[in-house]
């Protein structure tokens, strides 16, 4: 039986234990997408705390794919020195670290880019904030070999895996979207059209970081959204990667304009609320070859074993716990069994935006009245 604190391997890169920090916008990076000493101290902190891998913030392939202030940029060989620094800082005291790779598409907006979005259709959808450009074919191939020089910097600076991001309503889910992706040509239509872009882009990663080095997705199962990806097209695209060889699926869903059904759930208070997008990888993990992750609203320590032990995941991802709690997969491995602090606010954006990077803003409060005291 699997056990979530046992070492595992994906394609050559060992892991300590089943836990991982899935990707988080951290908003420590300068503007122009260069690392800071905050932001490597955060992964320093993240890897004592004894995650099995950390996955860093989304990191922009493309100057125009940004969606974020603050958020780190890998469209450049200039970051070279920070990036070293950063891997070699997570190194140093046992952690791995996966850098995810991101093109925003139409989810962004032209003060943050300098430009108007680009996006697989010209429609103003709800999740976008202005009405994009439709991408040319010239535009989408310079996207899919800004994702393949990424992943070959990624390599060369010490990452011990990349991640295409293929969730929450970026870049590759918009084109497998039917609701974003109107397109009529061989990116367009059909479950197989609209999964054309993701293959290439996964086919050129491939292909700049060679067989033996791990590549993952994280992948919408639903976009939970009228008219937007369902659970039948993901599988399609899952079943596909895998059968190219993509090292590990994590599955999540929701976008932007999914209300309360959005990536980060609010309110996971109780046990039944935990694990919510566990049915969906479930489904993937039926076509698929490779390990699969699960992320959203896992809490308690008890939900995220019994989800390796019983429901045959093979990893578990979190995202807001760790903000608090960098050190809870040494917690929970050392014995104190208590749930992440964590009360799915989402309040952690805010200082992301106005003061330089995320925090636990209940937890700051809470230490702020307990000094008072
Ligand atoms: C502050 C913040 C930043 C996030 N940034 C990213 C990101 O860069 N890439 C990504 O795939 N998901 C991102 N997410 C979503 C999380 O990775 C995760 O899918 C979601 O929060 C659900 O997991 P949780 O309940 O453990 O937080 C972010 C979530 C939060 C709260």
């Known amino acids: 039986?699997?056990?979530?604190?046992?070492?595992?391997?994906?394609?050559?890169?060992?892991?300590?234990?089943?836990?991982?920090?899935?990707?988080?916008?951290?908003?420590?990076?300068?503007?122009?997408?260069?690392?800071?000493?905050?932001?490597?101290?955060?992964?320093?902190?993240?890897?004592?705390?004894?995650?099995?891998?950390?996955?860093?913030?989304?990191?922009?392939?493309?100057?125009?794919?940004?969606?974020?202030?603050?958020?780190?940029?890998?469209?450049?060989?200039?970051?070279?020195?920070?990036?070293?620094?950063?891997?070699?800082?997570?190194?140093?005291?046992?952690?791995?670290?996966?850098?995810?790779?991101?093109?925003?598409?139409?989810?962004?907006?032209?003060?943050?880019?300098?430009?108007?979005?680009?996006?697989?259709?010209?429609?103003?959808?709800?999740?976008?904030?202005?009405?994009?450009?439709?991408?040319?074919?010239?535009?989408?191939?310079?996207?899919?070999?800004?994702?393949?020089?990424?992943?070959?910097?990624?390599?060369?600076?010490?990452?011990d895996a990349v991640q295409i991001h293929g969730a929450h309503g970026y870049l590759i889910n918009q084109f497998l979207s039917p609701l974003i992706n109107r397109r009529t040509d061989e990116y367009g239509g059909s479950t197989a059209n609209r999964s054309r872009f993701l293959l290439e882009v996964y086919r050129n990663v491939r292909t700049n970081v060679g067989s033996d080095y791990p590549v993952l997705i994280k992948l919408n199962a639903s976009d939970n959204l009228k008219g937007g990806l369902e659970t039948d097209d993901a599988m399609y695209a899952a079943e596909k990667l895998s059968e190219e060889g993509i090292d590990a699926i994590e599955v999540s869903a929701g976008t932007p304009a999914s209300g309360a059904m959005n990536p980060a759930r609010r309110k996971i208070n109780v046990p039944e609320k935990e694990a919510y997008n566990l049915d969906l990888a479930l489904r993937v993990k039926e076509v698929v070859e490779c390990p699969v992750m699960t992320v959203g609203g896992f809490r308690s320590y008890e939900v995220a074993a019994k989800t390796i032990q019983e429901d045959g995941m093979d990893y578990i991802a979190m995202s807001r716990p760790f903000i608090r709690e960098p050190d809870l997969p040494k917690r929970w491995f050392q014995g104190d069994r208590k749930p992440a602090q964590c009360i799915s606010c989402n309040s952690c954006f805010g200082p992301g935006l106005k003061e330089g990077g995320i925090y636990c803003v209940v937890e700051k409060k809470a230490r702020a009245k307990a000094a008072k005291v």
């Open 1 to 159: 039986m699997a056990m979530l604190f046992e070492e595992t391997d994906i394609n050559g890169m060992t892991l300590r234990n089943r836990t991982i920090r899935s990707a988080t916008w951290e908003g420590m990076c300068e503007s122009d997408g260069r690392p800071t000493d905050k932001l490597i101290n955060c992964y320093r902190n993240l890897a004592k705390g004894g995650v099995g891998l950390i996955v860093t913030g989304f990191a922009f392939v493309r100057p125009e794919g940004q969606a974020m202030p603050g958020k780190m940029g890998i469209h450049t060989d200039d970051f070279a020195l920070e990036m070293e620094k950063l891997t070699r800082a997570v190194h140093d005291v046992g952690g791995k670290i996966c850098i995810q790779l991101v093109h925003a598409g139409g989810q962004t907006e032209s003060k943050i880019i300098g430009q108007q979005p680009l996006a697989p259709s010209a429609v103003k959808v709800d999740q976008f904030p202005e009405t994009p450009v439709e991408l040319s074919k010239g535009d989408i191939n310079t996207i899919i070999t800004a994702f393949g020089k990424g992943a070959h910097r990624a390599k060369a600076w010490g990452f």
